[in-house]
Every structure is written in C-alpha cells, then in structure tokens.
C-alpha cells in the first residue's frame, strides 16, 4: 500500500510518497520536479514509480504553480520560467534538510528528477549541490541558456521588456548552466531521456551535450535513451525506465 501525504515545508507545499510500511524508516530521498504549468499532482504517476523501489519521494510544487499560485496562472508567469527554476534550486537544501532531521536519508543516497521544466531544474541542481547522489532528466535541457534564447522569441509582449534586463537575467543563469561546467557532473550517475519529436524542449541540444561529454571520465556514469519520433510527453514506459534507474543507482 502506498501513502500520499500533502505537507507544508517552510511554505512549499509537497507531496510525500512513500510504501506504507516503510513510511518511518530512513529510506533514500528521491525529488521529482514537475513541468511548466503543472503541479505536484499531475506528477504522481512518477513519484509513485520511484516510491514502489523502496524510496522516499517528494514531489514539490514550483513558484507560481499548485497550490502556489499567485497573481493568476501559471501561463502568465512566462517572463519569470527562469526565476521559477532558481527558486527551485535555492529550495532544494531546504527540503534536504528536512527529511535528515525527520526520518534521516539512508546512506545519504540523495536522487533529484524531473520533466520538462522539472528536467532543467534537475540538470540546474547537479550543477550546483554536490550532495546529490544520481539523478535523471526527462525531456529536459542541460544548457539553460542556449534554452532561454529559444524562448524569448516565444514569449509574447518580450519585446517591451528591457534589454539589459534580459541579458542580466541570462548573465545569471550561467551560474546554474551544467554545459558550462559538466566536470561538475563528477563521476555521480546522470541519465537523460529525449524524444526526437519534441518540439518544446529540442532533442539536439541535450543529445549533443550528451555526445560531447560522453567519453569524459567524470560522465563515464553518464546514460542517454531516445525514443524516435514521439513528442512532448512522458510515457509509462519511460517513467519505469526512470524509476530503474534509481533503484540501479542506489542500489
């Protein structure tokens, strides 16, 4: 049996999931971020696939989504999706924490995911947090600001913003940017998934960080799946291949 509880943690509204008999024992923490406009919910298919290994999981809401938001949908936050994700990362140690003082993480066994939005903010935070132990990024990008370029001619009403405050908000994202400094990935085991297809977050960019650092020694832990054609979407498939993956990682 599995439980999902709804907790508040320093106001960031998560879910936690985790097997009902394993509910008070140190077990290894699993953060899975979800993607722009959707909300800790709409992720519960994965979480419950990585709670099913044995893991605790944790699924927060980002800035501005869920039970966070503020000032209308999250579709009107387009000019802060960058700002989202660093509120994320700055929030991570925060969840950590946590989860140490309330029912310890066995053997510090640290995993970090996500899809979309939730896979950028992945990549972000192994650039930042040597602590974290494997990670997985599902149709995400490891190069936030080639990304960030693509989306501002996608952004309605961009034009009227001013320019040097755009290129100060990209300034700030080379700090979390993982193409920029992948020997941070350090040996820890990553594993990325792309369709072909998808027409959100572009196949190429991540397959060619893939390719590039491949034969690196500190990305020799470092896996690429591809599914041909396909789109925007996480299948049932993939989500298991997720869940694999950590149990394979920590085990």
Same mark, same amino acid.
């Given at each position: ?18 097997? =009902? ?112 132990? =494997? ?83 500190? =990305? ?32």
């Amino acid at each position: 049996m599995m439980i999902v509880e709804t907790k508040s943690i320093e106001n960031i509204p998560v879910l936690e999931v985790v097997l =009902a008999d394993r509910k008070e024992d140190s077990l290894p923490l699993v953060i899975f971020y979800h993607g722009w406009t959707g909300c800790k919910e709409r992720v519960l298919t994965q979480g419950y696939e990585i709670a099913k290994k044995g893991f605790r999981v944790i699924l927060p809401d980002a800035l501005y989504h869920g039970d966070r938001e503020v000032g209308g949908p999250a579709e009107d936050h387009q000019i802060q999706f960058w700002q989202i994700i660093a509120n994320s990362v700055k929030e991570f140690p925060v969840l950590v924490n946590f989860y140490k003082k309330e029912f310890g993480i066995k053997d510090n066994k640290i995993g970090v995911s996500g899809l979309s939005m939730g896979g950028i903010t992945t990549c972000a935070l192994l650039n930042i947090y040597s602590e974290i132990t =494997a990670a997985v990024c599902l149709m995400g990008s490891p190069r936030p600001v080639e990304f960030a370029r693509i989306l501002l001619g996608k952004i309605p009403g961009v034009q009227d913003v001013d320019p040097a405050y755009v290129e100060k908000e990209l300034e700030q994202l080379s700090i979390i940017d993982l193409s920029m400094n992948p020997q941070k990935i350090a040996g820890r085991p990553v594993h990325f998934w792309h369709a072909t297809g998808d027409r959100m977050v572009p196949y190429k960019p991540t397959k060619e960080f893939y390719d590039r650092i491949k034969d690196h020694s500190y =990305a020799e832990n470092v896996t690429f799946s591809t599914t041909q054609g396909g789109g925007h979407k996480v299948s049932q498939a993939t989500t298991v291949e997720m869940a694999n993956k950590f149990a394979e990682y920590f085990d």
